[in-house]
DNA sequence: TTTTTTTTATTGATCAGTCAATCAGCAAAA
DNA sequence: TTTTGCTGATTGACTGATCAATAAAAAAAA
């Protein structure tokens, strides 16, 4: 049975058994051997492909944050202008594709695991600083840096919060309305930046 | 040595080594012994007063979140006028009292928390209609029933949001801007809200 | 008032269970 | 025959919870 070239598959059945499992147990609190039997294969295994557990949660990390990426640039490729981006950019973030139950609670794990872990902060600082700029990148088309820096952080917020009231199921609205929430917010955000502008002039 | 009354002592005791511990392992992998010695007892003792360790930590979040609804009724006192209450909520919300370390490690603690306990899920459901009701009812003097819904829904993810950036050191504004986003946004929603109307008549 | 009983407060020791990690060793490719 | 893949068994450390035992205060009885 024992084939060469394993070890990619045997890794990736172990980081998606870790969110899966993670997803279940909607904790950190999951056990290798858990883990290692829903990935199909015996504790010891998952020790010999990840040296640790947190190196299992790094990269179990790092894939869903390498999935969030994808769509980002995806949705981004297919947009043109600067409105018809912003909107992919909080599509993105608050799509479907996000709230799969345990994509959710694997967030919210790995929110927790940031405030210790230095490589998990790492990585969250990465998805925070994608976001921003992606952001502000697409606003200072509409309006300026000062402005689009504040619009941006007041965004992100947003969708930060939003997502997390999802997450909780503290929320009346469907996941559709939450990208609404956020178009809104920019839409009046900077039609008040023009308003204020045209005040000054 | 034994005093009688000792039990509300002992238990206050162990609730506030609780959020402290929390705090300062910055999750809730605290073992019961850590959070008796930090509060001078022995782990039988703190399995006296309270029959589990998660009996101990709902305790320890019905008191954070305790602590925070007087802050929020403290403020609402003191302001009189929609704005200033709705000022009064915000800075209740995202104040320097709640942004203190551990009752922030705390409260991102309880929100993963509460995706399995369903006391900490009824507790932080508490927290969340509490927040949404007192901003619908003064958004309610400034505009109709389901803009103020929207726009409370609105603010309170964008709090949420604002907060836990913070928790996880990923803002680059201090804690004081924070308070300025939302008020921003309630001004301008409220503000554009005007602005449909007119448009409307 | 003194004595006895009950209640409250407290702990050291320990149980029963869990878990991450290691290791020695086997099987099949290369 | 060396490398890669794989596992059962085991270790060592930890943890929540329980319990028997003890001391002091309060209440009841004498």
Chains 1, 2 share one sequence.
Do not use: C
């Not at 024992?2 to 147990?25: D, N, W, Y």
């Not at 790492?122 to 600083?129: F, G, V």
């Not at 009231?165 to 469907?174: F, I, K, S, V, Y």
Request: no cysteine; glycine share 8%; net charge positive.
């Amino acid at each position: 049975m024992p084939k060469v070239g394993q070890e990619p598959i045997r890794k990736a059945a172990l980081v998606s058994a870790t969110i899966h499992e993670i997803g279940k147990a909607r904790s950190l609190d999951v056990t290798v051997g858990q883990i290692a039997r829903t990935a199909g294969m015996s504790t010891a295994l998952a020790h010999y492909y990840f040296d640790s557990k947190s190196a299992l949660f790094i990269a179990a990390m790092r894939h869903v944050l390498g999935e969030f990426g994808r769509t980002v640039r995806l949705g981004l490729r297919r947009a043109s202008g600067p409105d018809e981006r912003l909107r992919a950019i909080v599509e993105a973030s608050l799509g479907s594709d996000q709230f799969e139950e345990h994509v959710v609670a694997a967030w919210l794990v790995f929110y927790v695991e940031a405030q210790r872990a230095p490589e998990a902060a790492r990585l969250l600082r990465i998805y925070t600083h994608r976001l921003h700029s992606n952001l502000v990148h697409e606003l200072l088309q509409l309006t300026g840096r000062a402005r689009a820096r504040e619009i941006a952080q007041g965004a992100a917020a947003m969708i930060d919060g939003l997502y997390i009231r999802h997450a909780l199921g503290n929320d009346t609205w469907g996941g559709q309305n939450a990208v609404r929430f956020v178009t809104d917010y920019l839409e009046v955000m900077l039609a008040a930046g023009d308003a204020v502008r045209r005040r000054a002039e």
